[in-house]
């Protein structure tokens, strides 16, 4: 075995070249292709081994990186900075899917798709292929795909592929349910509160400006709080963690910051800077950077400051992309611009029987993610290895 081995093969399985099992980069668009309309993926749109918005473009303002036709089963991983796990499984794609070169397009042939995919996903081969990209001589990391048409992978016998698959495909399914009611979840209340607070006669409620509703508590400097060991650290809550969710890439601070700055899953954090975003925070305890705010509240509920704050989001990008700078971002006299509707005190409490439970729900999917996300990665370098044997 090579240094791209997942782990300690045993069990007498064979070993073979990536290239012995699948084809990579097979399908591109020429003059015989025959949609007018695709549906684009560039790497931005994948994200947490799901596709997360297609774009939709006429193939002739297409940007020219538009050219990998994808199909059903294919695999794309990001040959651009791989540290960021931009890779998924092709499901359900439409048939005019089109990805951007940035991908590798890997498609199975005498192996099981769904095991192949995990075999180039998990985090020893993503660190493999990170540490080929950094060696890169160009302006970013990224590595050729002939890295790994050159990888050695386990191959099982197929039943036994199949039942690894099965296994891993479980967890990545309910991830997947859990995220999508977690999406329908934000629909539903993002509509209640455009009903009740945009939308309709707003009787019996007060005026307020933004600021008066919530506290937005900006983050630290965090390069000036190092970790002390390696045991007593935390990871830094930056824009790019709020975005893509933390990595290998992530930095750490100490654990000793004022407890204020201390991120958990379920804080609303607002990125007033670069990428303007509002969300409320997935991912497990952090220290929170300069560039985003905590925002809290001791008069009002979450889910009341975070829709506000969502609803005027486009205007405040608006604001920040009319900066003349090179980085976009509002300021505070901006959040003291914006009027919210307050309603009185009976009223709030109607309100929060309908939303607290949506958001609640919202919270502990997040965590079950978590922890379903973090037992399927345990187990798939374990079964990968054969250290861990599934009946088939």
């Known amino acids: 075995m090579i240094e791209t081995d997942i782990g300690k093969v045993i069990n007498n399985w064979k070993v073979v070249s990536v290239k012995d099992v699948a084809d990579i980069n097979i399908r591109n668009i020429n003059r015989n292709y025959p949609y007018r309309k695709i549906k684009y993926i560039d790497i931005s749109s994948v994200e947490n081994r799901n596709i997360n918005e297609y774009q939709d473009l006429d193939i002739n303002e297409a940007p020219s990186r538009a050219k990998r036709i ?3 089963n294919d695999i794309l991983i990001s040959t651009v900075r791989p540290n960021l796990k931009h890779f998924t499984f092709a499901k359900k794609v439409p048939e005019n899917s089109i990805a951007s070169t940035g991908f590798a397009i890997i498609t199975a042939k005498n192996i099981v798709p769904y095991y192949l995919y995990y075999c180039l996903t998990n985090d020893h081969y993503t660190s493999y292929l990170t540490q080929i990209a950094d060696t890169h001589t160009s302006t970013y990391p990224a590595f050729n795909t002939d890295i790994i048409e050159k990888s050695k992978i386990p191959y099982p016998p197929l039943k036994e592929q199949k039942a690894i698959a099965g296994v891993l495909s479980a967890f990545d399914d309910k991830i997947e349910l859990l995220s999508k009611q977690n999406e329908t979840l934000e629909n539903i209340a993002q509509a209640i509160f455009k009903h009740w607070f945009i939308d309709k006669t707003k009787n019996k409620m007060s005026i307020k400006k933004l600021v008066e509703i919530a506290d937005f508590l900006n983050g630290l400097a965090c390069q000036k709080y190092p970790p002390e060991n390696e045991f007593e650290k935390l990871p830094v809550l930056k824009i790019r963690e709020l975005r893509n969710g933390l990595s290998d890439n992530t930095d750490y601070a100490s654990t000793k910051v004022n407890k204020k700055y201390i991120v958990n899953c379920g804080d609303v954090i607002f990125s007033w800077s670069g990428s303007l975003m509002i969300k409320i925070w997935n991912g497990e305890r952090c220290v929170l950077n300069q ?21 005027y989001l486009d205007k405040f990008i608006g604001i920040a992309s009319g900066k003349a700078t090179t980085m976009g971002h509002i300021k505070r006299s901006d959040l003291n611009e914006v009027e919210v509707l307050c309603p009185i005190e009976k009223n709030l409490k109607y309100f929060n029987n309908i939303f607290d439970p949506i958001y609640n729900k ?3 999917n997040f965590k079950q993610i978590r922890t379903l996300t973090n ?4 187990l798939l370098s374990k079964l990968m290895s054969g250290e861990i044997r599934v009946k088939y």
Do not use: A, C, G
Request: hydrophobic fraction near 40%; proline fraction near 3%; charged fraction near 30%.
């Open 291 to 311: 560039h985003l705010f905590k925002v809290t509240s001791k008069l009002y509920p979450k889910w009341f400051y975070y829709l506000w704050i969502k609803y």
């Open 70 to 72: 994808i199909k059903e």
């Open 375 to 378: 037992l399927r990665d345990t």
């Open 362 to 364: 919202k919270i502990n």
